[in-house]
Nanobody, 127 residues
Framework: QVQLVESGGGLVQAGDSLTLSCAAS????????MGWFRQAPGKEREFVAG????????YYADSVKGRFTISADNAKNTVYLQMNRMKPEDTAVYYC????????????????????WGQGTQVTVSS
């Protein structure tokens, strides 16, 4: 079974950078798509970024495009989310997710498309 463990969260000031890691175990080629989501208190879990293993395309929410970068290291079975120029609005618990489906531009953004989730890592950005 797939296990996803996020790490790298913390408390930072606006304008700072953080890189989150998602360490995966039990992955197979069935886990075709990886995504990052976040959830702030009282809010729905929302899409942040996504990619396909070995794929060329990367997908981002409009709110983070140009600031965040998703990447994958196959050898380390790890997906990263590099977050630059962070804003207080980025404060949330960040979750890593995986699915065997090869998601596309629209479906990659839908949390219900993902079958496996990590437990999340807290990111807090102060002004």
């Amino acid at each position: 079974q797939v296990q996803l463990v996020e790490s790298g969260g913390g408390l930072v000031q606006a304008g700072d950078s953080l890189t989150l890691s998602c360490a995966a175990s039990g992955l197979t080629f069935r886990q075709a798509t990886m995504g990052w989501f976040r959830q702030a208190p009282g809010k729905e879990r929302e899409f942040v970024a996504g990619l396909r293993w070995g794929g060329a395309n990367k997908y981002y929410a409009d709110s983070v495009k140009g600031r965040f970068t998703i990447s994958a290291d196959n050898a380390k079975n790890t997906v990263y989310l590099q977050m630059n120029r962070m804003k207080p609005e980025d404060t949330a618990v960040y979750y890593c997710a995986a699915t065997s489906r090869g998601l596309i531009l629209t479906t990659v953004r839908l949390k219900d498309e993902y079958d496996n989730w990590g437990q999340g890592t807290q990111v807090t950005v102060s002004s």
